[in-house]
């Protein structure tokens, strides 16, 4: 990447702006009155690809008990060890890709998302520089694989699908890729990404 490049990407994430919600493109549903929002932290790492950038994500493992077989950025959350959500980001991404947490440059922080399980996540901007040994925490992680940015900021590619979810219609972004399909808060965060990057 060339100064100017990383000079965009960081004035991007500098912008003032508000945060998402998995509730935003769903104005029938509204949050849980008197919830108590979890913090936790992911690792949006760009990567050096064939073609410009890539964004580094995991397929997660279809044993898991919570969202299996889903694509969803390294992190999680944050434990009272964690400095906060972008160290509980490093932490998870070293626990779940074999990514070492002093890697990643931070380019800045995305808005954070609240999800409809009570999560308040921190998308945190890394540039990862050259390869390292990827290695697929077993039992969490059943695929590491990348999306070229340029994907991801093409508004084309993003459009809004719907399901049911706990006897309610609820909206959410999908951004597929290939075999990958991409949606809910990980699509979310991604259209925010794209909306800073896009002229």
Known sequence: MTPPEIAHLRAALAAPGSGSSDFDINP???PPRGRVLKSAGVLVALQPGRVGLDVILTKRATTLKHHPGQIAFPGGRQDPGDTGPTDAALREAEEEIGLPRTRPEILGLLPTHET???YLVTPVVALIDGAFDETPEPGEVSEIFRVPLAHI???ANYRIEGRLWRGTRRAYYVVPYGPYYIWGATAR???????RLTP
Do not use: K, N
């Open 116 to 118: 409809v399980t009570t």
């Open 189 to 195: 965060i991604l259209h925010t990404l794209a909306d």
């Open 28 to 30: 029938d549903a509204a």
């Open 153 to 155: 900021t093409d508004p």
